[in-house]
């Protein structure tokens, strides 16, 4: 039985996206297969569980909504049997996920955030998801975008400003947006108003 490396399990809002506001349980995988400059997510390992003891854990949440998130859900050996845990035990699942991984458990989670990464571009693997998210780390995030919507077919796309330091940089993502008509602007409102 697999034991997955995890950095934290815990409830909330989620902050962005189409999903924004819907309380839901998150599931933090430790690791990741990017190493993206600005990345501000803690990926070290804190402790391990089977997926028996994390569909346990989350049982003492009063929401029905869980988010695979990390690091990278999809390079992590065996999730597609915590996903198979969860839907069983009667979770909404969700994942987020940069991309790179066309890992087939993708196909049974019920809603699939994807964000490339500018920083990656050659590493773009999967070809559905439901919503697609791209932090503008840079000006020509606007001419990644228009290639991501070639590769990604989504319901939803969706541009976000990239922080640094703590400063949003909405500069940037107003003038990737100003190019791109059909995507919208994702903030991340867990760090504006300040919940997990
Ligand atoms: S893909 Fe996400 S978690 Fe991984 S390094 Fe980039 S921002 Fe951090």
Redesign the pocket.
């Known amino acids: 039985m697999t034991r997955f490396d995890l950095v934290e399990i815990f409830a909330s809002m989620q902050g962005e996206g189409r999903n924004t506001g819907r309380q839901c349980a998150f599931v933090r995988f430790a690791g990741?297969n990017?190493?993206?400059p600005w990345?501000d997510?803690a990926?070290e390992a804190r402790f391990a569980a089977t997926a028996a003891e994390i569909v346990s854990e989350l049982s003492q949440y009063p929401v029905r909504s869980v988010v695979l998130t990390?690091?990278?859900p999809a390079a992590v050996e065996g999730a597609g049997e915590l996903a198979a845990a969860l839907k069983s035990a009667g979770w909404w699942t969700a994942v987020e996920t940069?991309g790179s991984i066309d890992a087939p458990w993708l196909r049974s989670i019920d809603y699939v955030a994807c964000?490339p990464?500018l920083e990656y571009p050659d590493r773009i693997a999967i070809e559905k998801a439901d919503e697609v998210r791209v932090v503008a780390s840079s000006e020509t995030a606007a001419d990644f975008c228009r290639e991501v919507e070639k590769r990604i077919e989504a319901t939803d796309y969706y541009v976000s400003p990239c922080e640094r330091g703590g400063e949003m940089d909405w500069a940037t993502a107003k003038s990737v947006l100003a190019r791109l008509p059909r995507w919208s602007l994702s903030v991340q409102l867990h760090k504006i108003l300040g919940f997990r």
Request: hydrophobic content about 10%; overall charge neutral; aromatic content about 8%.
């Open positions: 990741c990017f190493d993206c990345c997510t990926k990390g690091g990278e940069n964000s990464k």
